[in-house]
């Protein structure tokens, strides 16, 4: 099975900064990733698919890159409404695992 | 507009059996595979398994397999996640998703509470 492991777990940061949260893949997985952001209470929502495909409606202050096994989520202004766990997803041949979760704090 | 709307929470003892649903409108129902993702208490989400309502299809993570059943019911557009013999460590949000592509899940259910407790 392939193993996705986020980092860091967990974020502390203020509105407007930078955040990179990174997923690693234990074998190459070429593009096939996905983002998901979850707030409390809530579903989980399609951010980023392919490594870098922005989803339709989603904010362009999200970022995605990589490809292999080693991928980046970036938020390029943190919004108030950007404090979120949000996880990654690799998928291929309809076969899917997450990784652990990074969640993004207010500092 | 997709829509999954999932069947409600519910609260059962060890050992009895469960079915709970989620029921697809606004698309195809037949053209997209469905997923079914857990979540336990605090923790992050784990790909239980899939479906494709249209030949009814199924796979399993090999963590679930042969702890749950995935089906489906093309006449009426629904899923199904159900177990034989609850346990308590099935207590868990239990999310469907439709799956666009080869495996990214694009619309989600709201999700069904199932709480197992003696």
């Known amino acids: 099975d392939i193993q996705m492991t986020q980092s860091p777990s967990t974020l502390s940061a203020s509105v407007g900064d930078r955040v990179t949260i990174t997923c690693r893949a234990s074998?190459?997985?070429?593009?096939?990733l996905a983002w998901y952001q979850q707030k409390p209470g809530k579903a989980p929502k399609l951010l980023i698919y392919k490594a870098s495909s922005l989803e339709s409606g989603v904010p362009s202050r999200f970022s995605g890159s990589g490809s292999g096994t080693e991928f980046t989520l970036t938020i390029s202004s943190l919004q108030p409404d950007d404090f979120a766990t949000y996880y990654c997803?690799?998928?291929?041949?309809?076969?899917?695992?997450f990784g652990q979760g990074t969640k993004v704090e207010i500092k | 507009e997709v829509q999954l709307v999932q069947s409600g929470a519910e609260v059962k003892k060890p050992g009895e059996s469960l079915k709970i649903s989620c029921k697809g409108s606004g698309y195809s129902f037949t053209s997209y595979w469905i997923g079914w993702v857990r979540q336990m208490p605090g923790k992050g989400l784990e790909w239980m398994g899939i479906?494709?309502?249209?030949?009814?299809?199924?796979r399993y993570s090999p963590s679930f397999q042969g702890q749950v059943t995935i089906s489906a019911d093309k006449s009426i557009s629904t899923a199904y996640l159900q177990w034989s013999s609850l346990k308590a460590s099935d207590t868990a949000m239990y999310y469907c998703?439709?799956?666009?592509?080869?495996?990214?899940?694009?619309?989600w259910g709201q999700g069904t509470l199932v709480t197992v407790s003696s």
């Open positions: 997803q690799q998928y291929n041949s309809y076969w899917g695992a």
């Open positions: 479906i494709y309502p249209g030949d009814s299809d199924t």
């Open positions: 074998q190459s997985i070429s593009s096939w």
């Open positions: 998703a439709r799956i666009r592509g080869s495996g990214k899940f694009d619309y």
